[in-house]
């Protein structure tokens, strides 16, 4: 029960930090995070094979580099990780 206050707690933090891309980022983490909390419960609870944990880590670590260097390069780029910086049409 905790883990899905937890869940819609981390869900409505990522709809509040939509200024700076890095907030976002480190909230989708967090949700990542519990849900593979959820996802060992319901493992240790039923006895199924542990080998879906190692995928769902390694998805996790290749989520994680992609958004750290989608922002270095924004960053580069822009200048910033406001979000309004990435309107392709303001010129």
């Known amino acids: 029960?905790?883990?899905l206050f937890?869940?819609?707690f981390g869900l409505s933090m990522f709809f509040m930090f939509k200024k700076h891309i890095l907030?976002?980022?480190l909230t989708l983490e967090f949700l990542?995070?519990?849900i593979l909390l959820?996802?060992?419960n319901f493992?240790?609870?039923y006895m199924f094979d542990d080998m879906i944990l190692i995928y769902f880590i390694i998805v996790m670590v290749c989520?994680?580099?992609m958004g750290l260097v989608l922002l270095t390069l924004l960053v580069r780029?822009?200048?910033s990780d406001y979000a309004k910086s990435l309107l392709i049409f303001s010129c």
């Open 23 to 25: 907030m976002l980022l």
């Open 38 to 40: 959820m996802l060992v």
């Open 63 to 65: 989520e994680a580099v």
């Open 77 to 79: 780029s822009h200048g």
């Open 32 to 34: 990542v995070l519990i």
């Open 43 to 45: 493992l240790m609870n």
């Open 1 to 3: 029960m905790s883990c």
């Open 6 to 8: 937890m869940f819609y």
